[in-house]
């Protein structure tokens, strides 16, 4: 006998399928641009031009089948169907999700995307399926440590990571400055 999927937030929660966490999109500037601009972030040369916009599908395997997003997790799939009300299966039907327009991520590069990124709440839904989507495709970097791989040019950052950076340069930025008075002082 088949379980029934509660389709709400906190089971969801409960389950791990969402998280109360925050996953940020951010492109990986061409390595060898950022020796040639002043601000690699708003060259339009070091990545892509202002208003381009990108679009991820669901990708397909060499046979040409939708590819599973949920790894086979049919539990999970079943909540996310149960609670969007869409059919997240992998078969080819007319009212497969994943083939429809609506599936795809699409990223316009705008400035912002060059200095914070991309938001996705993973308390929410549809962007965590947006992420899986991302999770999927070839030049994204599933996490920090893996950006520096040649073929990557975005890279899926938890917020964790994003605030231990920015505390890092902030706690660098008061280095510099307080070895800077005291040179400074002893002038």
């Given at each position: 006998?088949?379980?029934?999927?509660?389709?709400?937030?906190?089971?969801?929660?409960?389950?791990?399928?969402?998280?109360?966490?925050?996953?940020?999109?951010?492109?990986?500037?061409?390595?060898?641009?950022?020796?040639?601009?002043?601000?690699?972030?708003?060259?339009?040369?070091?990545?892509?031009?202002?208003?381009?916009?990108?679009?991820?599908?669901?990708?397909?395997?060499?046979?040409?089948?939708?590819?599973?997003?949920?790894?086979?997790n049919s539990?999970?799939?079943?909540?996310?169907?149960?609670?969007?009300?869409?059919?997240?299966?992998?078969?080819?039907?007319?009212?497969?999700?994943?083939?429809?327009?609506?599936?795809?991520?699409?990223?316009?590069?705008?400035?912002?995307?060059?200095?914070?990124?991309?938001?996705?709440?993973?308390?929410?839904?549809?962007?965590?399926?947006?992420?899986?989507?991302?999770?999927?495709?070839?030049?994204?970097?599933?996490?920090?440590?893996?950006?520096?791989?040649?073929?990557?040019k975005w890279?899926?950052?938890?917020?964790?990571?994003v605030d231990?950076?920015?505390?890092?340069?902030?706690?660098?930025?008061?280095?510099?400055?307080?070895?800077?008075?005291?040179?400074?002082?002893?002038?």
């Open positions: 006998m088949e379980q029934k999927i509660e389709a709400t937030r906190e089971f969801g929660l409960e389950k791990g399928y969402l998280q109360e966490k925050v996953i940020w999109l951010r492109p990986i500037p061409d390595r060898s641009m950022t020796l040639m601009t002043k601000d690699p972030r708003n060259s339009i040369h070091s990545f892509m031009y202002e208003g381009a916009v990108l679009e991820w599908p669901v990708p397909l395997n060499e046979r040409l089948d939708v590819m599973d997003p949920f790894k086979g539990e999970e799939r079943k909540y996310f169907e149960a609670m969007l009300s869409l059919n997240l299966g992998t078969a080819k039907t007319p009212d497969c999700y994943w083939l429809k327009p609506e599936a795809k991520v699409v990223i316009k590069k705008e400035a912002s995307i060059m200095s914070t990124g991309v938001r996705f709440d993973m308390s929410n839904p549809e962007d965590v399926l947006r992420v899986k989507i991302l999770r999927m495709q070839r030049e994204v970097a599933p996490d920090w440590n893996s950006k520096d791989i040649p073929h990557y890279v899926l950052i938890d917020e964790e990571v231990t950076s920015k505390k890092k340069v902030t706690d660098m930025t008061v280095k510099v400055w307080s070895h800077y008075g005291g040179i400074s002082e002893n002038k």
